[in-house]
């Protein structure tokens, strides 16, 4: 069966350090994948997305990148976090259909 | 411009009691509608999507495109139903990008 996992699950990061988050997709081949950030009041908002490896479609400006090295590795960095990077991060997988798969999460606090 | 709203951040109702959580949305094609719900400390999951018309956990969603709503209604609220629900909007294609309203958290009292 498919599994999902985000590490880490928590993370404190001061003001202008860099960041990397990983995201591992296990039992399927080629699926999307795709970044999320869950910010208190304002829902999920689509950060990028993958459709293969080393293909990311940003969907919004920010201070943040992603990288897909591996087909079921998808990674969120920043070289500078800044306050506003605090919140939920969700990775998900979907396949063909429609329905997405999403992992644990990881809480990044920003001090 | 696609969109999904949520009009309401918090919805608290005694158990038995009916539930309407509202979807709203604004979209230039033929829609794709879903709710997820995540409870605590469970990860985020799909309850149901309307092309199914399906019923889940005694949860309907029945897509009136006239209004352009996809409220997701029970008749009879559980305590186990207390959960954060997100309407979601399919946005087409090979990317399968969904976008997300804002949640609103169903709180059922005993």
């Known amino acids: 069966s498919q599994t999902i996992h985000q590490w880490p699950a928590t993370l404190v990061q001061p003001v202008g350090s860099p960041l990397s988050l990983e995201c591992t997709v296990e039992g399927t081949s080629n699926p999307n994948l795709y970044w999320y950030r869950q910010a208190a009041g304002r829902g999920l908002q689509l950060l990028f997305y993958?459709?293969?490896?080393?293909?990311i479609s940003s969907e919004v400006p920010q201070n943040l990148s992603a990288s897909r090295p591996q087909d079921r590795q998808f990674i969120l960095s920043s070289k500078k976090l800044l306050l506003s990077d605090s919140g939920f991060y969700l990775c998900?997988?979907?396949?063909?259909?429609?329905?997405?798969?999403f992992g644990p999460g990881t809480r990044l606090t920003v001090t | 411009a696609q969109r999904v709203t949520q009009p309401e951040k918090l919805l608290s109702v005694f158990k038995g009691a009916p539930v309407e959580l509202k979807c709203n949305y604004s979209?230039?094609?033929?829609?794709?509608l879903f709710w997820y719900v995540q409870y605590s400390r469970q990860r985020l999951q799909l309850l149901l999507r309307h092309i199914s018309r399906e019923s889940i956990k005694g949860f309907t969603a029945d897509l009136n495109k006239g209004e352009t709503s996809f409220h997701l209604k029970k008749p009879f609220a559980q305590e186990e139903d207390s959960a954060m629900y997100y309407c979601a909007l399919r946005n087409g294609g090979a990317t399968n990008k969904l976008i997300f309203g804002t949640g609103t958290l169903l709180a059922v009292q005993p």
């Open positions: 998900a997988w979907s396949i063909g259909g429609y329905e997405q798969y």
């Open positions: 993958s459709v293969g490896i080393g293909q």
């Open positions: 979209y230039s094609g033929s829609p794709e």
